[in-house]
T-cell receptor, first 113, second 115 residues
Framework: GIQVEQSPPDLILQEGANSTLRCNFS?????LQWFHQNPWGQLINLFY???GTKQNGRLSATTVATERYSLLYISSSQTTDSGVYFC???????????????FGQGTILTVHP | DVKVTQSSRYLVKRTGEKVFLECVQD?????MFWYRQDPGLGLRLIYF???????EKGDIPEGYSVSREKKERFSLILESASTNQTSMYLC??????????????FGPGTRLTVL
């Protein structure tokens, strides 16, 4: 099956700093999502981005499907950005994948005031 | 907004009990999924369903079964709970349009402890 790898595993920042999280995937995809897991465990959708670039406030994401990677940018980080960020992908398997997501291991982000 | 709800946020059960975890979505999504999340192992797919009464095994189906009698509801069943099923359980749903599988939305999760 598809492999999804995230880097770095841990990231510590001061408030106001910028950061880039990376997600590599081993196969062509028809779904690529970024999530933030809040302290209560819920996965919050950040981006649905199988290709291209999207922006939402201080967050933006870019997926280069031909090179099989995606980047999540966080600008002017705040303490509330702390938590675990997951990348997840579904392979482009001609309709038989049913959109099943394979998750990376996550990046633990800590933002200090 | 898409809303996926799960019947309990926290649940404590005894070994050997039959456990039902319920998930309901309100957006008429065709696909529904059950994942579990464990430290060091990440999120793994247990079962999914692409239509009413249809189900497929995921990566770790052993010890679990599922039921989808109505489109909006997907239940995960632990036939005889064991301590190694202590975990965070996450339900998700997504829309199927044409040949495209779309964005998945997750419920708040159920933290199950089996004693």
């Amino acid at each position: 099956g598809i492999q999804v790898e995230q880097s770095p595993p841990d990231l510590i920042l001061q408030e106001g700093a910028n950061s880039t999280l990376r997600c590599n995937f081993s196969d062509s995809v028809n779904n690529l999502q970024w999530f933030h897991q809040n302290p209560w465990g819920q996965l919050i959708n950040l981006f649905y981005i199988p290709s291209g670039t999207k922006q939402n406030g201080r967050l933006s994401a870019t997926t280069v499907a031909t090179e099989r990677y995606s980047l999540l940018y966080i600008s002017s980080s705040q303490t509330t950005d702390s938590g675990v960020y997951f990348c997840a992908a579904s392979p482009n398997a001609g309709g038989t994948s049913y959109g099943k997501l394979t998750f990376g291991q996550g990046t633990i982000l800590t933002v200090h005031p | 907004d898409v809303k996926v709800t799960q019947s309990s946020r926290y649940l404590v059960k005894r070994t050997g009990e039959k456990v039902f975890l319920e998930c309901v979505q309100d957006m008429d999504h065709e696909n529904m999924f059950w994942y579990r999340q464990d430290p060091g192992l990440g999120l793994r797919l247990i079962y999914f369903s692409y239509d009413v009464k249809m189900k497929e095994k995921g990566d770790i189906p052993e010890g679990y079964s599922v039921s989808r009698e109505k489109k909006e509801r997907f239940s995960l069943i632990l036939e005889s709970a064991s301590t190694n099923q202590t975990s965070m359980y996450l339900c998700a749903s997504s829309l199927y349009r044409g040949r495209s599988y779309n964005e998945q939305f997750f419920g708040p999760g159920t933290r199950l402890t089996v004693l």
